[in-house]
């Protein structure tokens, strides 16, 4: 005779339950409180770095930031501890956005401006992706990636172009405009070339002869020009990858006469389970 015996999970498996899961009613509510609780300590950082606040909250919002602290290095212990495989949670992404979230403030005893690193832990937020089940957008994510790994050679062609486009307005402003309109360096004026041909334009540095101006209008012009370069590449990779995807999608409403069968590609002829010509129906 066979006696069924209830298991009752150790303390270890709720707690992974509770902490990784996101199925359950438990999980849901921890991720929520943790995301509330992510922005609170991100909101006190923010304000704490005003002058005004800091002056009046100032005791305050350390002592919040210090109790969110210990509260984030207890839930990152109980991750270590509850964790099925414990490497690969430490060198994971959440693992690391969850150690690096709390280091900020134990190493803000030896470097005190250290402590507005807090602020990396917005990054945890992300967490909202499991609670709201947005992973079923990854595929288009995909889609996006795999344009961008295609057409990574033809990004670097145009980096490199940049680079070598702006290296070479900086060097002609230095000698143009020199120290006395404020090019004082070539590399200064490479950061005066990167913000013009980016449209940026600070204002910081400006020339003052005419030949100098000619040279920053052109700068201008190639800067808007450039702009559509990356746009077209990424663009065009998109388009290609969307094509291919559609070449082997399904069309659901083909129907073979013969078999009676669906699922046929886009561009097939002949039905794929019984080999006769399939006509659309």
Known sequence: MMIDVETTPSLKQQINDVIFGYESRAGKLFDVVLICMIVSSVLAVLF????????????????????????????????LYSTTDLRRYVFSFYGLIDLFSILP???AFLFPTAQYLIVIRIMRVLRIFRILKLFRYMGEAN?????????RRKIFVF?????NLIVIFGALMFIIEGP???FDSIPESIYWAIVTITTVGYG??????????????????????????????????????????SRLAVDKNRKCVSCKSTGHDLDARFCKFCGNLIHQT
């Open 143 to 151: 889609l996006l990636y795999t344009a961008l790994v295609q057409a």
């Open 159 to 163: 980096l490199f172009a940049m680079f």
């Open 48 to 79: 704490d770095s005003v002058e005004s606040y800091h002056e009046r909250y100032g005791d305050l919002l350390f002592q919040l930031e210090w109790f969110f602290t210990i509260l984030f290095t207890i839930e990152y212990a109980a991750r």
């Open 180 to 182: 006395e309109n404020g």
């Open 204 to 245: 910081d540095i400006s020339p003052q002869t005419p030949l100098g101006q000619a040279v920053a209008a052109l700068a201008m012009i190639c800067g808007y020009a450039i702009i559509a370069v990356p746009t077209g590449i990424i663009g065009a990779e998109l388009m290609n990858e969307f094509q291919q995807r």
């Open 105 to 107: 403030t134990y190493i």
